[in-house]
C-alpha cells in the first residue's frame, strides 16, 4: 500500500481568510504554513496559496481546519466586455460566481530533506 509518511497539502484560499487559516492551523498545533500570494486565473483576484507538509496521519485534521477558518463567497462578474454592454439578452446583467472556501491539492511526498 503506498502510505508515505508525509504529504504536502497546497491549500488555496481567498486572501481575506489567510490569516485565519494559518493561525487555525498554527493553533491547532501544524507548523506555519508557507503562505504565497497569489491570483486566481478566473476572477484576477488575490487570494492565497498555503503549503504544508503535514505527516499523513494528520491530514484529515488539517483539512477540517482550513475547511473550518475559510468560507464561501459570491462575487459578480460582468460576464461581457465593457463595449459589448447591452448587446443581447442577459448582457448587462452581472453573473453569480461562488468563490469555494478552499481548493487543496494533496501530493504524496516522496522525500523530504531540511537542513
Ligand atoms: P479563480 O480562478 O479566480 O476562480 C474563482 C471562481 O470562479 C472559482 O471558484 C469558480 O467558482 C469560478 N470559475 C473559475 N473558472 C471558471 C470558468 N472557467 N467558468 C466559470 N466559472 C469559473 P473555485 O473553484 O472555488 O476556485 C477558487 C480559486 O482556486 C480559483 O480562483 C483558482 O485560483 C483556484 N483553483 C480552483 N480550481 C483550480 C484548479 N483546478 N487548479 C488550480 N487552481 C485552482
Do not use: K
Request: with cysteine; aromatic share 6%.
Amino acid at each position: 500500500m503506498n502510505d508515505p509518511a508525509h504529504q504536502l497539502l497546497l491549500a488555496i484560499v481567498q486572501e481575506v481568510d489567510a490569516a485565519a487559516v494559518c493561525d487555525g492551523l498554527i493553533t491547532a498545533g501544524f507548523p506555519g504554513p508557507t503562505r504565497v500570494p497569489s491570483i486566481g486565473g478566473f476572477l484576477l483576484q488575490g487570494n492565497a496559496l498555503l503549503l504544508m507538509a503535514v505527516a499523513t496521519e494528520h491530514t484529515t485534521e488539517a483539512l477540517r481546519v482550513i475547511a473550518g477558518c475559510s468560507r464561501t463567497r459570491s462575487q459578480y462578474i460582468n460576464p461581457l466586455p465593457p463595449f459589448l454592454e447591452g448587446a443581447g439578452p442577459g448582457g448587462r446583467y452581472p453573473m453569480e460566481v461562488q468563490v469555494g472556501a478552499a481548493t487543496v491539492f494533496i501530493l504524496d511526498i516522496e522525500r523530504f530533506e531540511r537542513w
